[in-house]
T-cell receptor, first 119, second 111 residues
Framework: GAVVSQHPSWVICKSGTSVKIECRSL??????MFWYRQFPKQSLMLMAT?????????EQGVEKDKFLINHASLTLSTLTVTSAHPEDSSFYIC???????????????FGEGSRLTVL | TQLLEQSPQFLSIQEGENLTVYCNSS?????LQWYRQEPGEGPVLLVT?????EVKKLKRLTFQFGDARKDSSLHITAAQPGDTGLYLC???????????FGTGTSLTVIP
């Protein structure tokens, strides 16, 4: 099946630094990728929808200047947490959608997630 | 804002018992998916339901999509410890460009 790879799996950084997380679709082209944030034992909160070659669409309440998303190719999207603070510590997960027969029949595959800890 | 509400939020049962998880929304979705997630990993797709009223079975798991395509349920028969995990429903928007997850149900099956 389709595989989505996320890197890094774990990252610890000092407060004020920026962290980049990569999301790659390994065996399919993904015109759309999604970025989620998840707190322990809670559901995934959609942060933004990343479209190849265009600006990401951010959900209400998500600071686009803090969470920079770039989708430069059909197989790579990146999330950069700028000037990270302890409250940004979380589990970040990306997903990519395969294309089905119609725009709404594609299957969603998830990366392994990236655990960010800001000291 | 979560468009999909799941109940119960937490569930702890003995091995062999049956359970049902509900996923409800006021929005209509083109399809609905169920995922299972283990700690530190990404969610894994269990099933996709597309047609209102559709019922799908996956071994001991039975999934149903509501007639109005606003809600869904997951029924597990004779639960096993291996069923332990976070179960998430996800609604797919009509455009197919947005996946919204439910609030999640954390299931623990005690041996």
């Amino acid at each position: 099946g389709a595989v989505v790879s996320q890197h890094p799996s774990w990252v610890i950084c000092k407060s004020g630094t920026s962290v980049k997380i990569e999301c790659r679709s390994l065996d399919f082209q993904a015109t759309t990728m999604f970025w989620y944030r998840q707190f322990p034992k809670q559901s995934l909160m959609l942060m933004a929808t990343s479209n190849e070659g265009s600006k990401a669409t951010y959900e209400q309440g998500v600071e686009k200047d803090k969470f920079l998303i770039n989708h430069a190719s059909l197989t790579l999207s990146t999330l950069t947490v700028t000037s990270a603070h302890p409250e940004d510590s979380s589990f970040y997960i990306c997903s990519a959608r395969t294309s089905g027969g119609g725009s709404n029949t594609g299957e969603l595959f998830f990366g392994e997630g990236s655990r960010l800890t800001v000291l | 804002t979560q468009l999909l509400e799941q109940s119960p939020q937490f569930l702890s049962i003995q091995e062999g018992e049956n359970l049902t998880v509900y996923c409800n929304s006021s929005s209509v979705f083109s399809s609905l998916q169920w995922y299972r997630q283990e700690p530190g990993e990404g969610p894994v797709l269990l099933v996709t339901v597309v047609t209102g009223g559709e019922v799908k079975k996956l071994k001991r798991l039975t999934f149903q999509f509501g007639d109005a395509r606003k809600d869904s349920s997951l029924h597990i028969t004779a639960a096993q410890p291996g069923d332990t995990g976070l179960y998430l429903c996800a609604g797919v928007s009509r455009t197919g460009n947005q996946f919204y997850f439910g609030t999640g149900t954390s299931l623990t099956v005690i041996p």
